[in-house]
C-alpha cells in the first residue's frame, strides 16, 4: 500500500506525505523487497529510501540473497544506474592491498 500511495503522492507533489510513505518503506526493507523498493526509490526520486536500501545491501551475502530475487531482475532491466551505484558502494568499502600489483 506505502508503494502505491508514494507514487501518487509524487505524482501530485505531496512531500509530507511522501516522506512519511518513504519513512514506511524504509521499516520494510528485507531481502525479498529491497530491489522493488530500490527501483521505486530512483523513479520517484526518493534519496533517503534508497540509500536505507544501499545500507542494507552493504555486506556481499546480502547483496548475494538479493541478486536471486525476481525483484533483482526488475531492478536490472528498469534502472541500470542503480546497479552502478550499489557496485560503487560496495568497491567504496572494500579495501584496497597496494601490494598485490
Given at each position: 500500500?506505502?508503494?502505491?500511495?508514494?507514487?501518487?503522492?509524487?505524482?501530485?507533489?505531496?512531500?509530507?506525505?511522501?516522506?512519511?510513505?518513504?519513512?514506511?518503506?524504509?521499516?520494510?526493507?528485507?531481502?525479498?523487497?529491497?530491489?522493488?523498493?530500490?527501483?521505486?526509490?530512483?523513479?520517484?526520486?526518493?534519496?533517503?529510501?534508497?540509500?536505507?536500501?544501499?545500507?542494507?545491501?552493504?555486506?556481499?551475502?546480502?547483496?548475494?540473497?538479493?541478486?536471486?530475487?525476481?525483484?533483482?531482475?526488475?531492478?536490472?532491466?528498469?534502472?541500470?544506474?542503480?546497479?552502478?551505484?550499489?557496485?560503487?558502494?560496495?568497491?567504496?568499502?572494500?579495501?584496497?592491498?597496494?601490494?598485490e600489483t
Amino acid at each position: 500500500m506505502a508503494q502505491h500511495l508514494l507514487v501518487t503522492a509524487d505524482r501530485y507533489n505531496l512531500e509530507r506525505l511522501k516522506l512519511i510513505c518513504e519513512d514506511r518503506l524504509c521499516g520494510h526493507i528485507d531481502t525479498a523487497s529491497t530491489a522493488t523498493i530500490s527501483a521505486l526509490a530512483e523513479q520517484h526520486h526518493c534519496h533517503g529510501l534508497k540509500e536505507a536500501c544501499f545500507r542494507f545491501l552493504s555486506t556481499p551475502s546480502t547483496l548475494n540473497a538479493v541478486m536471486i530475487t525476481d525483484g533483482f531482475d526488475h531492478l536490472t532491466r528498469s534502472c541500470p544506474s542503480v546497479l552502478k551505484e550499489i557496485m560503487a558502494n560496495i568497491a567504496a568499502r572494500v579495501p584496497v592491498d597496494l601490494d598485490e600489483t
